[in-house]
């Protein structure tokens, strides 16, 4: 070897000096089948971090810290905004200015998300899978399976109130209807398939799909039955702003991983989470301006406190006949009451 003669190796002492150095033993081979281990009073510098790497490592801390905090507080801000919907509903005793077509969806979507984040989470072969088409470990945090299942429970509760709340002539759209259907069809054939064999990656990248289809078409009934009625009554502003909160610290959260890692890839290998935030942000503005600007005058009676307004004038034609009718009837029971 260079630097040693006779054809002597050099081999680092296991222990190291102070002052940042350690001892070399040489080992003499010159001799065939013998080996004689030389003392070295060389000393050589023990790598030691320097003030940019302990900088450096001090960043990445902070900003894994500063991921995690944004990661609950989104968790939080999404879950809360559940709540005010279901309250709402339960202390009208009414679904009327919410959009069943939104509730339907919201169920079939985010049956899509709670499997996909538990799946990549927990499940060995799906993770392995994962990590060979994108080359880094599924992006999903425990959060995101919290709020995905969490935000499951909450949409069944929201559905079963539809059954057994005044809906007044609300109904669920046929294409609504049928899109559900195809993606229960596509759920069930993607499954059986997996079991049997193929990639996970197809099961995956459907969830992931089914779940930022029925995010972004869910919006579009709400916004328009709000467009029709003039009015957002029924539907909870709270949750819009907690849904919003909840939107921006989950991009900031996958801001804070790309910095980490220098790359994109927790924005483009996470579609569902990322397709969740970006349409979170683009409705819920919508529905603040809707909200504020557009239809403020309407929603003075829109409050936890009132059980319903005291006038039909934000409904529709057909919807005012049976606001009436509801009103006749209501009238009737509180005289018999009092008699």
């Not at 510098?45 to 507080?73: D, M, R, Y």
């Not at 077509?101 to 927990?122: A, E, K, Q, R």
């Not at 569902?272 to 503005?285: M, N, Q, Y």
């Not at 009837?329 to 509180?334: G, N, V």
Request: glycine content about 8%; charged content about 20%.
């Amino acid at each position: 070897m260079d630097g040693v003669e006779g054809g002597g190796v050099a081999v680092e002492s296991p222990t190291a000096a102070p002052g940042g150095v350690e001892d070399q033993n040489v080992v003499d081979g010159s001799s065939p089948g013998t080996a004689e281990v030389l003392e070295s009073a060389d000393k050589t510098p023990v790598p030691t971090p320097n003030a940019q790497s302990v900088e450096e490592l001090e960043a990445h801390g902070k900003l894994t810290g500063f991921a995690l905090a944004c990661g609950w507080i989104y968790f939080f801000a999404w879950s809360l905004s559940f709540y005010p919907q279901c309250i709402l509903n339960y202390r009208r005793k009414s679904v009327r200015g919410l959009s069943l077509d939104y509730v339907l969806l919201n169920v079939t979507g985010f049956f899509c998300y709670s499997l996909f984040t538990t799946l990549l989470h927990w499940s060995g072969r799906v993770r392995a899978s994962y990590i060979a088409r994108y080359g880094i470990p599924p992006q999903v945090e425990f959060n995101d399976i919290i709020f995905a299942v969490h935000g499951l429970c909450l949409c069944v509760i929201t559905f079963v109130q539809c059954l057994i709340y005044d809906a007044g002539s609300q109904k669920a759209r046929p294409t609504v209807i049928l899109l559900n259907l195809i993606i229960w069809m596509g759920l069930i054939l993607l499954t059986i398939m997996t079991i049997v064999g193929f990639n996970s990656t197809f099961l995956i990248s459907f969830l992931g799909i089914g779940k930022v289809t029925c995010s972004f078409v869910k919006y579009l009934p709400q916004i328009v039955l709000n467009f029709r009625r003039k009015s957002t009554f029924g539907w909870s502003i709270s949750f819009v702003l907690l849904d919003l909160m909840g939107g921006i610290f989950s991009i900031i959260q996958q801001t804070l991983r790309s910095i980490q890692i220098s790359s994109i890839k927790p924005f483009t290998a996470n579609v569902a989470k990322t397709g969740l935030a970006v349409e979170t942000l683009i409705f819920d503005t919508i529905f603040i301006v809707q909200h504020c600007i557009l239809y403020r005058n309407s929603d003075e009676f829109d409050s936890l406190d009132q059980p319903f307004p005291m006038d039909e004038s934000f409904l529709r034609d057909d919807e005012q006949r049976e606001w009436m009718e509801w009103n006749e009837d209501e009238f009737e029971m509180s005289e018999e009451e009092e008699t």
